[in-house]
């Protein structure tokens, strides 16, 4: 069975300063993992996604996320925030065609 | 990149009601559709999986005659929410697979549902 753990509930930031988004995952096999943004009443919007190769992986808007299967973790990073960024963001794990999620992480970004 | 939209994204109801949700994949054949539901400042709860033509696939402990889930065309998939009550009020949200991409789902924007 999969499990995805988001380490932080909230994490308020600064604008222009980096954030780091914590995921880690537990699954006896390989995985496919994803981060996903959601603003406001809205849907989810892939960032990103790592399925083979490279461990290091690059998204849309300025983020990215390493691999680490030792650690079996999946952390998002961001070098310089924008207020825009201001959203919820989970990480999911895919597998058996089906996508599990982490509980999320509210990224508040202030002036 | 492949657009998934929801009708209508909100919706209020009376208690005892049935409201239905339609989803649709716009420029692209979605051969599997999957439901979630999300409660506030929750994450998503899968709900079911459906695939044309064919049954879903429910979650345990989804009540399968509770949200009925038709895929009838390779565009659209519907959810009804029967008898609502006001414990069904939610964020219900749809996601599209086209039969190219197994690992990559398309989100709709969701649907909001008030039961009175």
């Known amino acids: 069975a999969q499990s995805v753990t988001q380490l932080d509930s909230q994490v308020p930031v600064f604008e222009e300063a980096p954030v780091e988004l914590r995921c880690n995952y537990s699954?006896?096999?390989?995985?496919?993992l994803f981060w996903y943004v959601q603003y406001p009443n809205q849907g989810l919007q892939l960032l990103l996604k790592?399925?083979?190769?490279?461990?290091l992986v690059k998204g849309i808007n300025g983020f990215e996320a390493e691999f680490n299967k030792s650690q079996t973790s999946f952390h998002l990073r961001k070098p310089s925030v924008h207020i825009s960024d201001t959203a919820e963001y989970f990480c999911?794990?895919?597998?058996?065609?089906?996508?599990?999620f982490g509980a999320g992480t509210t990224v508040t970004v202030r002036a | 990149g492949a657009v998934v939209s929801q009708h209508p994204s909100w919706v209020i109801c009376k208690s005892g009601t049935s409201v239905k949700i339609e989803c649709r994949s716009l420029?692209?054949?979605?051969?599997?559709m999957f439901w979630y539901r999300q409660f506030p400042k929750q994450s998503l709860m899968l709900m079911a999986t459906?695939?044309?033509?064919?049954?879903?696939?429910?979650e345990q402990g989804v009540e399968k005659d509770k949200f009925l889930i038709n895929h009838a065309s390779l565009t659209l998939s519907t959810l009804t929410v029967t008898s609502a009550h006001p414990e069904d009020s939610s964020f219900y949200i749809c996601?599209?697979?086209?039969?190219?991409?197994?690992?990559?789902?398309?989100f709709g924007p969701g649907t909001r549902l008030t039961v009175l």
């Open positions: 996601s599209a697979r086209d039969f190219l991409s197994t690992d990559t789902q398309y």
């Open positions: 699954s006896s096999v390989s995985v496919y």
């Open positions: 790592y399925l083979s190769g490279s461990t």
């Open positions: 999911a794990v895919f597998n058996d065609y089906k996508l599990s």
């Open positions: 420029d692209f054949q979605a051969t599997t």
């Open positions: 459906s695939n044309e033509g064919s049954k879903a696939t429910y």
